[in-house]
């Protein structure tokens, strides 16, 4: 999954490396009102906490050993590439991220990354999750699980560097439709190059600075997860408190309230489908 040319740091090394809190030429994700200021300040106090007390330190890629539930999830890529391909049937009904969470405009305003969340920010999609049972099933077996979807990435998209929102959670992508060339098909995070691979879990913190691209002809897909850091006390309860006060924050609201409009219009044209005379 590693670019072999780049040393991937112990677990000791790795709990030094500092993080940093911005990403030169990209806009920060932040609200104008002074309760998100409030609540953005919190943040960036609470990361500091989590460097602190990682469980497993902070290198940028994980090795999978370090969480053995991931055997658990490469097992079930057959059952989760068969749900996929029907649900890129409608590919084109898809919404681009940034339709959902209005802040990815930030890096994204293209239609050339498509999601399909099956739970986002600890909210269920009840009605993707009836689409696909057997993802929705594996996923179960994620510790702490807080978003789940499918990320699709169209011929020629490049996410430029960017940092995640938070570094309380970490990144897993479980590689579904990966073309080939290879060396076309990549993600950076820190100093280095990840490739994806059908069936194979990649780990990372996507709170270092990061970027994805797919310059190949074809599309690629992966199961997208975010799920809580392992951390100690006291950063494991601040971790949580922030975790379950960031869902009535603007930015998870809004997002929440576009995918159930986007849900709803979705559903209601494969009913239409359904009824159709001769369907």
């Known amino acids: 999954m590693t670019d072999e040319t780049l040393t991937k740091p112990t677990q000791s090394q790795a709990a030094k490396i500092e993080q940093t809190f911005g990403t030169d030429g990209i806009a920060p994700m932040a609200r104008p009102s002074r309760t998100t200021r409030f609540f953005m300040a919190i943040v960036a106090w609470a990361e500091k906490l989590n460097l602190k007390y990682a469980k497993f330190g902070n290198p940028p890629v994980y090795d999978n050993a370090t969480f053995p539930w991931t055997r658990e999830i490469e097992k079930a890529w057959p059952e989760i590439r068969t749900e996929l391909d029907r649900v890129l049937l409608r590919k084109n009904e898809l919404p681009a991220f940034q339709d959902i969470s209005t802040d990815v405009r930030t890096i994204s305003t293209d239609r050339q990354w498509k999601t399909f969340f099956l739970i986002g920010f ?158």
């Open 122 to 279: 600890g909210v269920k999609s009840k009605q993707n999750i009836q689409a696909c049972p057997k993802t929705w099933q594996a996923v179960q077996k994620i510790p702490h699980l807080k978003t789940a979807m499918f990320s699709i990435f169209e011929p020629g998209k490049h996410l430029p560097a960017h940092r995640g929102p938070y570094n309380g959670v970490l990144r897993l992508h479980l590689g579904l439709i990966v073309p080939e060339p290879g060396e076309k098909l990549a993600i950076r995070v820190k100093d280095q190059i990840c490739h994806w691979e059908e069936g194979k879990v990649l780990i990372f913190d996507d709170a270092y600075e990061h970027e994805a691209w797919n310059h190949t002809d074809k599309t690629r897909v992966v199961l997208f997860v975010d799920f809580v850091k392992p951390l100690k006390y006291p950063a494991r309860f601040v971790n949580w408190a922030l975790m379950n006060l960031a869902f009535f924050t603007p930015f998870i609201q809004e997002g929440l309230g576009n995918h159930k409009e986007w849900e709803k219009r979705f559903y209601a044209e494969a009913e239409t489908l359904r009824n159709r005379p001769g369907a």
